[in-house]
């Protein structure tokens, strides 16, 4: 090849090469790609404190039963919020910390969950658990508690059930009920052994577990994995390795329990009620029947997976506090335009 039709370059330093900087760059402005985050930065844990209030144990009088409760705001309703099984009372960090922008909201690790610590872990029938929620709420508030209104997802939703249809509880205000039909939750027994050995077991660090949690599916929202999935963890010793707090697969006795008859029950509960379902999920016949006739009211989420509460918190907040706004819930119940309540004296 002949070089001397090659051009030469220009030296570094000369007119020419200045001439050439002096030129517009297709990447002049290019925006400064931020830094890559590594997977322990991306799953790292999420402190409880950045979505609620305070943190307490409540001791239940004349028992060895020590249940931990989350707190957030300081006025309107209580919302009374009930885990799913296998999850904890952080499942509604997320949702705690815009709620309590309006209402008052307490969360607790339900029994053999969380931080709670009982005599018996693994019994987790339906009489137990409506208890426990009724002792709490003893505990916590005395003879005269505020209005609640209960949110419950999954195994939570049916015990928010079951406690509203006892109609012990006179403050009962409302009843939101997460994810959770008598019908298909009834079908899906069979399959839930199976689908709790298959899930993974163990994890060297939190940063996996919550890694786990949005790779496999079971949540769909990272800062809500890395506030709720540290505290469904605990770490084996003998095993030098964390895995699943709540011991599901040892209460399958209870199963049927949470959910049978749960229908019924939703619609007998004598307070206004709201079913959020993910996706397009079959209502049971008795369920459609009571839709029809307007006794309860119904949003079904896009967009996500079972977690509500979780995968789309500001939608759910959108969606329980409409609810509150709708049926007019007080912090003393349901306030009815006009009907002024006699002052209370101060002591």
């Avoid at 200045?18 to 844990?45: C, D, E, G, M, V």
Wanted: proline content about 6%; glycine content about 8%; overall charge negative.
């Amino acid at each position: 090849m002949d070089s001397s039709n090659l051009a030469s370059l220009p030296e570094e330093g000369s007119e020419e090469t200045h001439h050439s900087n002096n030129l517009p760059s297709a990447f002049s402005s290019a925006p400064t790609r931020p830094p890559i985050q590594t997977s322990s930065q991306k799953y790292a844990p999420s402190d409880w404190s950045g979505y609620f209030d305070q943190e307490d144990d409540i001791q239940i009088p004349d028992s060895d039963d020590v249940f931990h409760v989350y707190m957030a705001g300081t006025e309107g309703p209580v919302i009374f919020c009930l885990h799913g099984g296998g999850y904890s009372g952080l499942s509604f960090a997320l949702a705690a910390s815009k709620i309590k922008e309006k209402a008052r909201i307490v969360s607790m690790d339900l029994r053999g969950h969380g931080k709670t610590s009982t005599q018996n872990d693994v019994d987790l029938s339906i009489e137990r658990l409506c208890s426990d929620v009724f002792s709490v709420l003893k505990t916590m508030y005395g003879d005269a508690p505020p209005a609640i209104v209960l949110v419950g997802h999954s195994m939570g939703g049916a015990v928010a059930v079951h406690v509203a249809a006892k109609k012990s509880l006179p403050s009962l205000a409302g009843l939101v009920v997460v994810d959770v039909v008598e019908g298909t939750a009834m079908a899906s027994l069979i399959h839930m052994q199976k689908i709790l050995s298959n899930r993974m077991q163990h994890f060297s660090t939190p940063e996996k577990a919550i890694e786990w949690s949005i790779k496999s599916g079971s949540l769909r929202n990272i800062d809500s994995a890395c506030v709720s999935i540290p505290s469904t963890l605990k770490y084996d010793d003998s095993k030098k390795c964390y895995t699943h707090r709540a011991r599901l697969e040892e209460t399958e006795q209870f199963w049927k329990g949470w959910y049978e008859g749960l229908s019924e029950k939703f619609l007998s509960s004598p307070v206004p009620k709201i079913l959020l379902l993910a996706g397009t999920d079959r209502l049971d016949r008795t369920l459609t029947i009571g839709q029809m006739q307007g006794k309860f009211q119904m949003v079904v989420v896009r967009h996500t997976g079972h977690a509500i509460q979780e995968d789309v918190p500001d939608e759910f907040v959108t969606l329980v506090l409409n609810f509150i706004s709708h049926n007019r819930i007080g912090p003393h119940g349901i306030e009815i335009p006009g009907l002024c309540r006699p002052p209370q004296s101060k002591p």
